[in-house]
């Protein structure tokens, strides 16, 4: 590190330390570490200190000196994000604000199904504590062990359970955010319905921390399931996907609470590297887990048979086998989980987040499929994922025998392919991770022009020195 | 109306004629009339003329001709507001920007679920679009004849529905804006999820046209319900209401779909002056009006006969009249939906639109209704309405014999208690009617200091010359 930068960092640690105590401001290399380094290796950035607040009003504190200074902030919490936004740039002038210190869980209100949360709270100790009050907080994805309920919000996760309960955005009533200037927004209302104003919530929800600094948030509770009954199903195409999905969608409306896209080649992986068992007797070239809910016991009993015995009649549906138990059931879901890791096992893996209109994914995989051979024969497209919620992992897999390397260095091309289709299709290039670093340069492309201006003019009004999170989203 | 009024309303005209076509840019006070009095007489203004742009690109050109010259613009959908923003002040300098003629229903794409209408198509017709592709669009609310889409975002209307389907806010997924200056933001997307940056579309939505004119939206459309039962049950208090809630959520979930409150003296107005019939044997001091609705045919037989069974062993509900067929069902909901007009055969009422905590609901009815009675001895509250929202329509009707005028006269006062106490419940004073012109004083008073600071930048930010809807909610 540079002697400025060294000579920077002390002041800036002896200020913060003032406001939160001395343990929890520090330049120290070795304890920083951890708070730098995206974890998969992506993105290792620096420092000019980290800062660890305790309480709201220290966040609020911390942020009122950084704006006066013009320190740069970045916000973060379990440090699991898949874009690189919760990590600092390589410049080393930047401070991590940690808000892994604000961890209470303020009130579960089970009567009026609400739960006050601070922003460190790990996803899975939120839903810890609403199953603690026989209630369900639906919200669920891989890193929930580690991830924050802050972090969630600012990336506006999304996850398993979005087809039945949506995104992390629809499951907030309320919320406390400190501002760019320490200013703090009291909005943690328990409110079902509340038209006093502009809805300022969503604004900081999905923003990644460039508007504002959630530190608690009112979170949504639901009753929790009795029934659930699973099926893993074999189809011809995607379009026969669809229809199933139409057809699921009239017989249980609410009740659909997972529809999951896979292709062979994705069960292939699962089976022959994660232990999985091929579930159907023949292979299918598609293959669907779909899921049913309850919340009253036997309501579902036959449900499925029928969506399923129909589908078959109609030919869309091939074969599937229905869980029978709970162990059958997490066999079933274990295909779907472990696919991600698996990929690995096949070489290079060159990733995508899109959503799409869902009448459209049919004929866009068709298309995006003809168009990656072209680009690069061999490669291996996967697109798998919610295509209850229109939201393709449009991952593809490297060519047999190609030099890992080599494959990699094709990402941005790779990219091209996809993202333009997604684009001409009406989509998304990033339907639930966000944008943060990773696909900040591909906004101007794919973003409506007033969209941006306005998301630029929003950004200068909330946060006019621009501390919060900057080269993030815009 | 002043001579310098007159010369610049023809200026005006003319300008905004080359725009929209001479049929379409008014200022005969005749054929203005209907655009400038509130329906129920509440408010009636003056404008310098009316405006009926037929596109999005009219709207486009309309706005920035506006904001080029500071004239303000009103915007109007069905003209069926309930807080007065929709009509123009007294003060006769500003333009009524009708967008009635956007009325055409762009798609529908039952694959997607989703359809694409105009700013101007009515609720009732966006229902029927829905129903024609056997969905349902579920927002549904008295005026849904003549009230729009434009103005149902513009509001963030709530309705009958929100239980199971959320706000109008809950059921768009993309908007076509027209920002103060004439821009055109094109957010029409179709999709789920999309995480590509600040989440726009929330700000419009509710904001009362002060931040930018919705010509169109995407919105959701949903499995029509294909099993409905319905049942109206006699409670002896809020709080065995508020068990049976909890009660009815656990057994059913989201297939709970209406959950209604309503106390003895509103069922007795219902009998006394809308033709219903008492509908159990004796009275009971308290009634809720609840229903299950399902996508499958059959799910829930038995369901409501379980739940009220177990609820009337526990105490929680002394009868119940359950809806054997259709004719049943719709007396029962007659007794709910005649409440607001039968209200008035008892002389004055003075209304209010709050929202709760929902665990808060029994404590405050009573507190309120203990205030009320101190403030204005004789008077009769009449708490009723949306209870799984935590959305009270808290009317109070006048004491017996007392004059209608001098009890009207009491508005503010009465505001002041039920207002006071919501806010100290953490309630709002407006659950899903808005602020517009009627509630604007006392905004200020109710709302987080920096929540209205965040408001006032990002109007200032979006609208800085003050042109759109000026004078409301702000």
Known sequence: ?????????????????????????????QEMAPYLVEWRGLYRGKALCVVRPGSTDEVSRVLALCNAQGWKVIPQGGNTGLVGGQVPHESGDEIVLSLTRLDRVREVDPLSDTMVVEAGVTLLRAQEAAQAAD????????SEGTCTIGGNLGSNAGGTAVLAYGNARDLVLGLEVVLADGRVWHGLGKLRKDNTGYDLKNLFIGAEGTLGVVTAAVL?????????????????????????????????????TTFELVPRLGIEMSVNYMGCRDP???????????????????????ALEEILGAAMEAGEVEDAAIATSLDQRNALWKLRETLSEAQ?????????????????IPQFIAETNAALEQAMPGCRPLPFGHLGDGNLHFNVTQPVGMEKAAYMAQWDAINRVVHGLTARYGGSISAEHGIGR?????????????????????????????????????
């Open 438 to 474: 990773l696909k900040r340069h591909l906004l101007a492309e794919v973003k409506d022009p007033v969209a941006l201006e306005m998301m630029r003019a929003i950004k200068s009004t909330l946060d006019p020195k621009g501390i919060l999170n900057p080269g993030k989203v815009l």
């Open 344 to 360: 690995g096992f096949e070489g290079g893996s060159i990733k995508h987040d899109i959503a799409l209109p869902i009448a459209t």
């Open 1 to 29: 590190m540079q002697d400025s930068l060294l000579t920077a960092a002390a002041s800036v640690v002896s200020q913060l330390a003032a406001i939160v105590g001395e343990k929890y401001a520090f330049a120290d290399p």
């Open 280 to 302: 159907l007797e023949r292979p299918y070239p598609w293959y669907v887990l779909i899921e049913l809910s309850s919340a009253r016991d036997e309501a579902l009993d036959g």
């Open 220 to 256: 949504k509770l639901f009753p929790r399931p009795r029934q659930m009954v699973t099926a893993l199903c074999g189809l011809p195409t995607p379009a026969a996907a669809l229809a199933l999905l139409g057809r699921a969608k009239a017989a249980a409306g609410n009740g659909l």
């Open 135 to 142: 209630r369900l907080f639906p919200l669920s994805l891989a």
